[in-house]
């Protein structure tokens, strides 16, 4: 595994967003009322920014959110205010605080490994791939190697159609139209 070259996810996944974030606390999803597209929340020491996970735009932003609501650890739950078109409900949100998000998604699992802790990778796998046993890049695949910032999260969201990282100062995502 040291040794594994990132590669592209595979189709039917599209890189949608490489986006700095300084800052990054964690990240956690909720689902656009009007479009159905997942959308990913991103919580940072600057702020909280609400990313469309389909098209990559970032459709909200707030710099200062309340200091109650600032950051998830300051929620029993790990949630935040949601922004823009779901700023009527909480955000559950996955990182330094804790919390999880989806390892599996239709026929998709995936796992962080840290082979030579404390850089992370983060690994993309079919269903019945065996990372390690089977082909690389036949059946699983290596999308993104934190080595020059610290983990956070990594996961699914619950649809199942948006893969997303977050590190201590980036937000990457893919989305799949199959």
Do not use: N
Request: charged letters at 20%.
């Amino acid at each position: 595994m040291l040794d594994t070259p990132v590669l592209p996810a595979p189709p039917p996944w599209r890189r949608v967003v490489d986006a700095p974030v300084g800052g990054l606390l964690g990240i956690g999803f909720a689902t656009h009322p009007d479009t159905g597209h997942d959308l990913v929340m991103a919580v940072s020491t600057g702020g909280h920014g609400l990313f469309d996970a389909v098209t990559g735009d970032r459709l909200a932003r707030e710099r200062d959110p309340e200091p109650e609501d600032g950051t998830p650890d300051e929620s029993p739950d790990l949630t935040c205010p949601g922004l823009g078109p779901v700023a009527d409900t909480r955000v559950h949100i996955a990182g330094l605080y804790g919390g999880g998000l989806h390892s599996t998604a239709e026929g998709w699992y995936l796992q962080v490994v840290s082979p030579d802790w404390p850089h992370h990778r983060v690994v993309l796998a079919a269903a019945g791939g065996r990372p390690h046993k089977d082909p690389y890049g036949e059946t699983w695949w290596h999308v993104l190697h934190a080595r020059h910032s610290e983990f956070r999260a990594a996961g699914f969201s619950p649809s199942g159609r948006t893969l997303a990282v977050a590190t201590s100062s980036d937000l990457t995502m893919w989305t799949r139209q199959d």
